[in-house]
């Protein structure tokens, strides 16, 4: 402050009282358009793309995200998301909704685009401001936005009917009014929170949703979740198909890979789509050379029918070297399959990874 003339002290304060009343005559003239028709300039609207990532994803960061390939969590969330989020976000087949063209910011289209979970999770609970996007955790818990998170994961690439399926055998939303579910008519309700439990799905690779929070269920006969031998669904068929490649890929057996794909497989890695041809010619010998000497721990594996198709998901851990360099990245595989005579041949395989801190 001593090294602060008076005057220039009193020059800066009149300064800031002259900017602050600008921004007053600014806000008063009424001159900015807050119409959602009128959209931001480029620069500002980039700004604001940084300070919203930015802000959700130090905020998301210390999430926890319970087991996503649990199918009875996609499963549940499928219900969820059909019944509040496709006005605005869409859902295979759609191509647009009345409320859409309007919304500026524009929702993102989930049946197409997939993003971190945890970010998913952080923007379902808490919403975003001066947008459309609705903060859910006020009537949701945090298990149920979970599985919405757990089902968008999966919703990119499934088509009109497997969307339809899946739909299909939700669970009813139980914050729904008209109540088509149990209405606590022999204490059937589960607790908040509380996912049931799958007793289908033992083993040690499903050991991990143990870890997770909100799915120390109660026990599979008091979940209002009625899945007709849903928990009995397991495929294990298409899971042995699922194993079956990667023993192949890891053996580096062209033959045994090939024998598993059915001839209209779509493989897409990181966002980018194969066919078979495509993926014999190219990415196969890469990922056989990727998996030669690498080193893969299961996590968890899963899977439900969906009409005359199966879904198998699954995660590893896959420690290797690139370069020399030892490189550990966490992979999310998510195949479908049909029944054929020749046995379950895989339609589609969809491959996303993060790398792991080594
Ligand atoms: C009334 C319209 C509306 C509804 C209903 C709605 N959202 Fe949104 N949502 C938006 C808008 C708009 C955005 C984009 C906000 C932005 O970019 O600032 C958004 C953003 C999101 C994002 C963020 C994606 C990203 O960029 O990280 C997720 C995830 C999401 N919504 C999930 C859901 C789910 C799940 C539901 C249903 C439970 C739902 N939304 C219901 C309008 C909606």
Redesign the pocket.
């Known amino acids: 402050m001593s090294l602060m003339s008076r005057k220039s002290l009193v020059t800066m304060l009149a300064a800031i009282a002259v900017a602050v009343l600008l921004a007053l005559g600014f806000i008063w003239s009424g001159i900015y358009n807050v119409g959602a028709d009128d959209h931001h300039t480029k620069p500002v609207f980039a700004l604001?793309?940084s300070l919203?990532?930015r802000s959700?994803h130090v905020r998301s960061n210390s999430l926890t995200p319970p087991n996503l390939e649990d199918p009875q969590l996609i499963l549940k969330?499928a219900g969820?998301?059909a019944?509040?989020?496709?006005?605005?976000?869409l859902a295979p087949g759609m191509t647009d909704s009345e409320?859409?063209p309007g919304?500026?910011?524009?929702?993102?289209d989930?049946s197409k685009?997939r993003?971190?979970p945890k970010?998913?999770?952080w923007?379902?609970k808490h919403?975003?401001k001066?947008?459309?996007?609705?903060a859910?955790g006020g009537s949701?818990d945090d298990a149920t936005?979970w599985s919405?998170?757990a089902?968008?994961q999966k919703l990119p690439g499934m088509t009109p009917e497997q969307y339809r399926d899946i739909v299909a055998r939700a669970p009813a939303d139980e914050d729904m009014e008209g109540g088509h579910h149990h209405e606590g008519s022999d204490g059937h309700e589960t607790a908040a929170g509380a996912m049931p439990s799958m007793p289908g799905m033992d083993g040690a690779g499903r050991a991990e949703a143990e870890n997770a929070p909100h799915t120390h269920a109660k026990p599979p006969a008091t979940t209002t979740i009625s899945m007709e031998g849903m928990t009995a669904n397991a495929v294990p068929d298409a899971e042995h198909a699922a194993k079956a490649l990667h023993t192949a890929l890891q053996k580096g057996d062209r033959q045994a890979v090939l024998a598993l794909l059915a001839p209209e497989v779509v493989i897409s890695e990181g966002g980018e789509s194969q066919s078979l041809d495509q993926y014999a010619a190219g990415h196969l010998g890469e990922d056989i050379a990727f998996l030669k000497t690498a080193q893969i721990k299961p996590i968890s594996v899963g899977s439900m029918p969906m009409g005359d198709t199966a879904m198998v998901g699954s995660r590893s851990e896959i420690r290797t070297s690139r370069n020399g360099k030892p490189m550990a990245i966490l992979s999310n595989e998510m195949l479908t399959l049909k029944k054929t005579p020749k046995g379950w041949l895989i339609t589609r395989i969809e491959w996303a990874s993060d790398k792991l801190p080594e």
């Open positions: 604001m793309q919203r990532e959700i969330g969820q998301y019944a509040m989020c496709t006005g605005c976000h409320i859409r919304l500026y910011p524009q929702p993102p989930l685009l993003f971190d970010d998913e999770f923007v379902i919403g975003i001066m947008s459309a996007m609705p859910w949701h936005i919405m998170v089902f968008l």
